[in-house]
T-cell receptor, first 121, second 113 residues
Framework: GAVVSQHPSRVICKSGTSVKIECRSL??????MFWYRQFPKQSLMLMAT?????????EQGVEKDKFLINHASLTLSTLTVTSAHPEDSSFYIC?????????????????FGAGSRLTVL | AQSVTQLGSHVSVSEGALVLLRCNYS??????LFWYVQYPNQGLQLLLK??????LVKGINGFEAEFKKSETSFHLTKPSAHMSDAAEYFC???????????FGQGTELSVKP
């Protein structure tokens, strides 16, 4: 089945540093990846949509210079939180789809990673 | 525009009792609807999805949901709760099966022995 791996699962960093989170599709080519953010006891909020080889599309209110997204290959997208501050502490989850090239029973497959918990001190 | 409302941020049932988690949606196009479960500090696991085929959708772990267009609802049910069902449940809507999802606020399910 479709598997998406996120790394690291947990990261603690100092305020002002940058942190990179990776999202990899292990057994399919992910033409599109989505990045979500989840605060404790809250829902998932879509941050951005990234398509391989093109610039990410950010949701309203998400700072593109703060949250850098790169989707340079069909199996890897990265989210870099630049100059992290304590308010950036959150659970970040990616999901990936292969679109028409990756279907199960005629349906596009959307698979979530296990998430990455970022704590900024 | 699409949106999802989950009624009740917390639901508590006894083991063996019926589970009913409510979800209402708003969509200007025919919706694709999903239910996901999330255990603490983990990602999301798909329980079931509605993709304009049968209105009664059966999922994993004994869960099912019924799409009711007239009520714009997609409530999740399970006849008999198990302790292992305790988790956070999210309803989500999309305009296609592999696209971005709009999530509801989530409902925390507790199961009492």
């Amino acid at each position: 089945g479709a598997v998406v791996s996120q790394h690291p699962s947990r990261v603690i960093c100092k305020s002002g540093t940058s942190v990179k989170i990776e999202c990899r599709s292990l057994d399919f080519q992910a033409t599109t990846m989505f990045w979500y953010r989840q605060f404790p006891k809250q829902s998932l909020m879509l941050m951005a949509t990234s398509n391989e080889g093109s610039k990410a599309t950010y949701e309203q209110g998400v700072e593109k210079d703060k949250f850098l997204i790169n989707h340079a290959s069909l199996t890897l997208s990265t989210l870099t939180v630049t100059s992290a501050h304590p308010e950036d502490s959150s659970f970040y989850i990616c999901s990936a789809t292969g679109g028409d090239s990756h279907q199960v029973s005629g349906a596009n497959v959307l698979t979530f990673g296990a998430g990455s918990r970022l704590t900024v001190l | 525009a699409q949106s999802v409302t989950q009624l009740g941020s917390h639901v508590s049932v006894s083991e063996g009792a019926l589970v009913l988690l409510r979800c209402n949606y708003s969509s200007s196009v025919p919706p694709y609807l999903f239910w996901y479960v999330q255990y603490p500090n983990q990602g999301l696991q798909l329980l079931l999805k509605y993709t304009s085929a049968a209105t009664l959708v059966k999922g994993i772990n004994g869960f099912e949901a019924e799409f009711k267009k007239s009520e714009t609802s997609f409530h999740l049910t399970k006849p008999s709760a198990h302790m292992s069902d305790a988790a956070e449940y999210f309803c989500a809507v999309s305009d296609n099966q592999g696209g971005k999802l709009i999530f509801g606020q989530g409902t925390e399910l507790s199961v009492k022995p």
